[in-house]
């Protein structure tokens, strides 16, 4: 069993920058690769980032690639998402999840996720 716990959200005007982090407790967190996933107001959930067991290989969405990178550090248990250039349309409430195969989108194939915090960017 993993717990995940995102924080870091908050409101940016668009244009700036923001980083959100995830921290894990409970097994072996270089066991998990992890990802970063949205959801904006009456839409479905998004996936945005990825990171291999060891953060040797990433994997993104095209919508956020050059502008998002997704970074970890085992020895914390803490996986980062550091957003620049954002936009009004990367507001959303953000989650983390942990997953045991390298999921990169794949929903179904995360078996953990946080509780999400808030990301809003403004005009």
């Known amino acids: 069993q993993v717990q995940l716990v995102e924080s870091g959200g908050g409101l940016v005007q668009a244009g700036g920058s923001l980083s959100v982090s995830c921290t894990a407790s409970?097994?072996?967190?270089?066991?998990?690769?992890m990802g970063w996933f949205r959801r904006a107001p009456g839409k479905e959930r998004e996936f945005v980032a990825a990171i291999t067991w060891t953060g040797d290989s990433t994997y993104y969405t095209d919508s956020v690639k050059g502008r998002f990178t997704i970074s970890r550090d085992n020895a914390k248990n803490t996986v980062y998402l550091h957003m620049n250039s954002l936009k009004p349309e990367d507001t959303a409430v953000y989650y983390c999840?942990?997953?045991?195969?390298?999921?990169?989108?794949?929903?179904?194939?995360?078996?953990?996720w946080g509780q999400g915090t808030q990301v809003t960017v403004s005009s």
């Open positions: 999840a942990a997953s045991e195969v390298w999921a990169r989108s794949s929903t179904r194939h995360y078996n953990y």
């Open positions: 409970g097994r072996t967190f270089s066991r998990y690769t």
